[in-house]
């Protein structure tokens, strides 16, 4: 099957599309493990799945959870942090209950030992049954930037530059000083992959990723070698 990529001429319509994908997953498999991307691309999607649990309570009361990356050094109720904007869009609309609900905390004291328990919850939990995926303006997927050599599991990651400039964090006077993210190896060990691509300065990353030519300047194209990819893209 490989990378199927769809264009959309607009916002609500990759949404709604991304959106279904995971309820028909749902109802085939009602406990499989999510893996949760923060953002502006995945936020219509989630808004789409808000409305589809409002109408059947009980479409989401098994699905598992685990959240693709945070930023490191950030209060997880700070409103920038993932924690805050998953507990907002997904785990309160969706009604994720604590025991299915796991990933990186955003207030851990020691951000290796916190990666290796994430690691230990992964190999536990997994494999991901569905992994959402935005696209940096520089290619990077979760917080794996470009590098010369990928990290395949859960890592302390270097903050690119371009990557601070993100609007969830652009207007931080103290930015975050590092991520914490799943690596590529985990994303690649997903059964389906959904990549959404949609927001301004993403045009270099997306035409190398259209490109089908894996390399680790631009992370995404790492995609190519996993057998069921949806990439949606806006435009």
Known sequence: ?????QYFSDYEGMSTKAAQLIIDAVKAKPELLFCAATGGSPTGMYKALKEAAQSDESL????KV???DEWGDVDSKHPVS???YLQEHLVNPLKITPDRYMGFSADAENPKEECVRVSCVLQEKGPIDICILGIGT????GFNEPNLQMTDHCHVAKLAPSTLLNGMVINMTKKPTYGLTLGVQDILSAKHIIMLVAGSGKE???KH??????TNDWPATHLWSHPNVDCL???
Request: with cysteine; charged share 25%.
């Open 204 to 206: 270099e990353a997306t």
């Open 138 to 141: 520089n290619g990077h997927i």
């Open 233 to 235: 893209i806006l435009g």
């Open 60 to 63: 989401f009361e098994k699905m």
């Open 209 to 214: 990723l259209v490109s089908g030519k894996i």
């Open 1 to 5: 099957m490989g990378m199927k990529i």
């Open 82 to 84: 993932c924690e805050y």
């Open 66 to 68: 685990i959240k693709l």
